[in-house]
């Protein structure tokens, strides 16, 4: 939901009960789109994806700029639970989330991953928009030449 901020509203001020009962009404409207991954009966990660339109705060985000968001979808944000992590399960979600964009017309897929310190692991908690080798894996290219902060990137589908 971070990504889904109006202008003017800080994360700290809705995330908890108001995020909560916001992604609800998203889901139950049929508006919410994303993956999960389970172990046996139990969800243990999940990819959201959508429009990029969709997700006002990447609109507002000068850094994130884009000319042509109105055809971009974008995978905004990543979570695998802690004692699932680094076992490929955000790739394979990934993988998933590029299916479904296909099959829902995206020409278009960009993410915003973290670029982790050279020699350094990045720690889950910091890695909620996904890592740069994991999109390079699945074929997306670097969209911008920052030196720092969050690394847009992009695909063709």
Sequence with gaps: M?????KGEAWDDIK????????RRLVQSG????????EGDTSVGWCAYGPRVEFA???RAPSLACDDAERVWALP???IKAGHR???IAGKLLAFALQCLKEEGAEIAEAYPVKPKPGQAMPGAFAWTGVVSMFKQAGF????TKAK?????RTGL
Excluded: I, S, Y
């Design 2 to 6: 971070h990504w889904r901020t109006e």
């Design 141 to 144: 290219q670097p969209a911008d």
């Design 86 to 88: 680094n076992q490929g």
């Design 31 to 38: 508006k919410a789109r994303g993956v999960l991954a389970f």
């Design 77 to 79: 944000c990543f979570f």
């Design 57 to 59: 705060k990447l609109n």
């Design 149 to 153: 902060g969050k690394q847009r990137m």
């Design 16 to 23: 908890g009960a108001t995020a909560k009962a916001r992604f």
